[in-house]
């Protein structure tokens, strides 16, 4: 399927409601970047933590730009209901 900008809204009206929490795990940091899909729009919110111990961090929750939505949906389109979509 090729993610042209009208599939690409397609699909986020048709997952209305998708969420998804990727977490990230490395030597000195912890992340969560959570997604959801809501009123055909695709948002993000990154927290974690550091190895500091004052060093948490939440980001608030922004909608995606353009090339952030197409590679979400690439990479998590098997996830996605996609039924009638070409």
Do not use: C
Not at 56 to 83: C, G, I, M, V
Request: proline share 2%.
């Amino acid at each position: 399927m090729r993610l042209t900008a009208s599939v690409r809204q397609q699909l986020l009206d048709q997952n209305d409601g998708f969420e998804r929490t990727v977490p990230y795990v490395g030597k000195n940091l912890t992340e969560y970047t959570e997604y959801s899909i809501s009123d055909g729009q695709l948002y993000i919110r990154k927290s974690g933590k550091t190895s500091w111990a004052d060093s948490r961090y939440s980001e608030e929750r922004r909608p995606a730009d353009d090339k952030e939505t197409h590679s979400f949906l690439y990479r998590y389109q098997n996830s996605l209901n996609t039924d009638g979509i070409e």
